[in-house]
């Protein structure tokens, strides 16, 4: 789950000093382009052009805005703010229209402004505005997202660590390292001992419980939603792939219609499911869709579901592997499942 930067959108309506040559917007002109989209074109093109309009239009505003306020009041409170703004929104729409350079002389640009910020709270606020656009390449690959989001997540903590985004910005990080967990586990503590909040704090213990799984033993057993009876202890010498999804979920529903041909294709593979649905004829419906006969658990508690409680599940379609000797493997192989899977059934 991405973090922190959520671009906002406004209908074409609400720019109108755009089309009317205002040359002047006050503070509440400014603040007003904050607020949050209401419809949009689902057409891309469409979608495209109201994303470089409201960029354009923030631009404008808070450009407007300092030239106007710089004349009338050289200290006005609000300047340092309005050029944060404006720098933002010109990097947002550099990224848009696929323009690295001016994306990074405006990164450059937040970075010379930092230093200026009257205050640690502003200092902050635009260090994390800049860390938020940056999160959005972390690079080409898994390894270099890990390592970026690490260091981006790791400098604002040791700059800021009363800050409340400190921790959610290193539990976002631990949540790309699930295939280094000795750095997972880092991550997972500091942003322990930083959180305030209960509930990014219950989601951290949850992410620890699962990493405290990891190359253990896992005790499993079930009574299939068909009456069938599952122990993991009578499946040695098995690799077992280990489902958590929902059938109201449509990310887990779309990842399932893959991830179900797939496993037609590897009769060794064995493959058990836990279902955090509420409705077991939802449930049902969407295996016999998917023409899943796997053992599946269900207990209509959807996110209480006990066994995705006892084993920290807060995400889904979480995809756990299970070696030949019973052993977690694999915390999240969803998205490289097919070369973990061949690893594990080549082994002995």
């Given at each position: 789950?991405?973090?922190?930067?959520?671009?906002?959108?406004?209908?074409?309506?609400?720019?109108?000093?755009?089309?009317?040559?205002?040359?002047?917007?006050?503070?509440?002109?400014?603040?007003?382009l904050?607020?949050?989209?209401?419809?949009?074109?689902?057409?891309?093109?469409?979608?495209?052009?109201?994303?470089?309009?409201?960029?354009?239009?923030q631009?404008?505003?808070?450009?407007?805005?300092?030239?106007?306020?710089?004349?009338?009041?050289?200290?006005?409170?609000?300047?340092?703010?309005?050029?944060?703004?404006?720098?933002?929104?010109?990097?947002?729409?550099?990224?848009?229209?696929?323009?690295?350079?001016?994306?990074?002389?405006?990164?450059?640009?937040?970075?010379?402004?930092?230093?200026?910020?009257?205050?640690?709270?502003q200092?902050?606020?635009?260090m994390?505005?800049?860390?938020?656009?940056?999160?959005?390449n972390?690079?080409?690959?898994?390894?270099?997202?890990?390592?970026?989001?690490?260091?981006?997540?790791?400098?604002?903590?040791?700059?800021?660590?009363?800050?409340?985004?400190?921790p959610?910005?290193?539990?976002?990080?631990?949540?790309?390292?699930?295939?280094?967990?000795?750095?997972?586990?880092?991550?997972?503590?500091?942003?322990?001992?930083?959180?305030?909040?209960?509930?990014?704090?219950?989601?951290?213990?949850?992410?620890?419980?699962?990493?405290?799984?990891?190359?253990?033993?896992?005790?499993?057993?079930?009574?299939?939603?068909?009456?069938?009876?599952?122990?993991?202890?009578?499946?040695?010498?098995?690799?077992?792939?280990?489902?958590f999804?929902?059938?109201?979920?449509?990310?887990?529903?779309?990842?399932?219609?893959?991830?179900?041909?797939?496993?037609?294709?590897?009769?060794?593979?064995?493959?058990?499911?836990?279902?955090?649905?509420?409705?077991?004829?939802?449930?049902?419906?969407?295996?016999?869709s998917?023409?899943?006969?796997?053992?599946?658990?269900?207990?209509?508690?959807?996110?209480?579901?006990?066994?995705?409680?006892?084993?920290?599940?807060?995400?889904?379609?979480?995809?756990?592997?299970?070696?030949?000797?019973?052993?977690?493997?694999?915390?999240?192989?969803?998205?490289?499942?097919?070369?973990?899977?061949?690893?594990?059934?080549?082994?002995?």
């Amino acid at each position: 789950m991405m973090i922190p930067f959520r671009i906002t959108l406004l209908p074409l309506v609400v720019f109108p000093f755009l089309n009317l040559g205002i040359l002047h917007a006050d503070w509440s002109q400014v603040t007003d382009l904050d607020q949050p989209v209401t419809r949009l074109s689902p057409d891309p093109r469409k979608a495209k052009l109201a994303m470089k309009a409201h960029f354009e239009a923030q631009i404008t505003a808070n450009q407007s805005f300092l030239k106007e306020s710089l004349k009338e009041s050289p200290k006005d409170p609000h300047a340092y703010e309005s050029s944060v703004r404006l720098t933002v929104a010109q990097a947002k729409l550099a990224s848009l229209e696929s323009n690295p350079p001016a994306v990074t002389e405006a990164l450059e640009k937040l970075k010379a402004l930092e230093k200026q910020a009257p205050d640690d709270s502003q200092r902050a606020e635009t260090m994390f505005r800049r860390l938020s656009l940056q999160w959005q390449n972390l690079g080409d690959t898994a390894d270099q997202r890990r390592e970026n989001a690490t260091t981006y997540a790791r400098l604002f903590a040791t700059e800021f660590p009363l800050d409340r985004r400190a921790p959610r910005l290193l539990a976002e990080a631990a949540a790309l390292c699930d295939n280094h967990p000795e750095e997972k586990a880092k991550l997972i503590e500091q942003a322990l001992s930083l959180s305030k909040e209960e509930p990014l704090t219950r989601r951290l213990q949850d992410d620890k419980k699962r990493l405290d799984q990891l190359e253990k033993p896992l005790a499993l057993s079930f009574t299939a939603i068909n009456g069938e009876k599952f122990d993991l202890t009578k499946e040695k010498g098995h690799v077992i792939a280990l489902v958590f999804w929902s059938a109201e979920s449509a990310p887990c529903l779309v990842w399932m219609q893959y991830f179900s041909r797939y496993a037609v294709e590897v009769p060794a593979l064995k493959v058990v499911t836990v279902s955090l649905d509420r409705e077991r004829s939802d449930l049902r419906s969407a295996m016999q869709s998917l023409n899943i006969t796997w053992p599946t658990f269900f207990d209509g508690k959807g996110w209480d579901n006990t066994i995705a409680r006892a084993f920290g599940i807060n995400t889904i379609p979480t995809l756990w592997l299970i070696d030949k000797k019973g052993c977690l493997r694999a915390l999240n192989a969803r998205d490289d499942y097919e070369l973990k899977i061949k690893t594990l059934l080549l082994k002995n």
